[in-house]
């Protein structure tokens, strides 16, 4: 799929002549009435914090990318995605072509109120948690791991699901006694799968998927579905295969390469956010482009 750039990004869609029923970081969702229509923008956030600049194009590389591990996952996994998805924004956008290729169609469902972590790899807040304890929620792990070491195998590290501020991980009772235990082991053994079913995917196309989040959500009749994004850059923290180097930080193919950026700078991680170059914007979405591109094998 050829991305076609608009001339600057996109950064809200309060025009359109739908209820908005939520406004995230980066997405906006509208009742249609019979299902929810998701609105990717271009918005950049990092830290929970939504930047003045925007990334031309990046709501359109996520949704697509999305859309991608959708139709290949969704032969093992329910998800969010109406019947007639392709028909129904076929005729959408032909009423706004600004909307085209960042727009999905979606079910109405009640999100469960944590967020599905899957870790294959020790990076990020896992990293500093396992430096001080050699353990990463409770999960035991061997003493000798180093920074972006491949786990054992790979952790499922519930957080909560915060409206405003940071997601705060969660020990898997608590996850239970908030969603339920059967509801949770659902979860769990679907996050799993779906993370093994895509490292393998990625693999091939010369990525490593060391973690990524999850969203799940319920029907009327308790029937549980995938929903939101999907194995992104900015769901998801992707690696080069070929220049993995265990025992030192990689260089991401994801949303990591602007917080690396934001870590030089005397800020406290809290708005107002600081102006973004224009070399950290170009180059963090040629990462997005190569992650695409990698996954797709749209070279």
Known sequence: MKVNYPDKPLLNFDYLPFPKV?????????DLGDSYLMVASDRISAFDVVFNEGLCGKGILLTQLS?????????????HLVEDHDERVEALVSKCPELAGRIMIVKKLKPLKI???????????????YSKTQSILGYDLPNNLRESSQLPRPLFTPTTKAQTGHDIPISLKKAGEIVGEATLERVKGLSLEI???????????????ADTKFEFGLDEAGELYLIDEILTPDSSRYWFKDSYVEGVGQDPVD????RNYLNTLEWDKKPPAPKLPDSVLSET???????YACITNEQ
């Open 22 to 30: 939520a406004t995230g970081k980066v997405r906006e969702v509208f």
């Open 67 to 79: 859309l991608f591990w959708f139709e290949k996952i969704g032969q093992f996994v329910r998800h």
């Open 255 to 258: 949303k990591q390469f602007i």
């Open 285 to 291: 979405l040629a990462r997005y482009e190569k992650a």
């Open 115 to 129: 967020e599905a972590i899957v870790r294959g790899y020790l990076a990020g807040s896992a990293w500093m948690d």
């Open 195 to 209: 993370f093994n079913f895509a490292s393998k995917k990625a693999e091939k196309r010369g990525l490593i998927l």
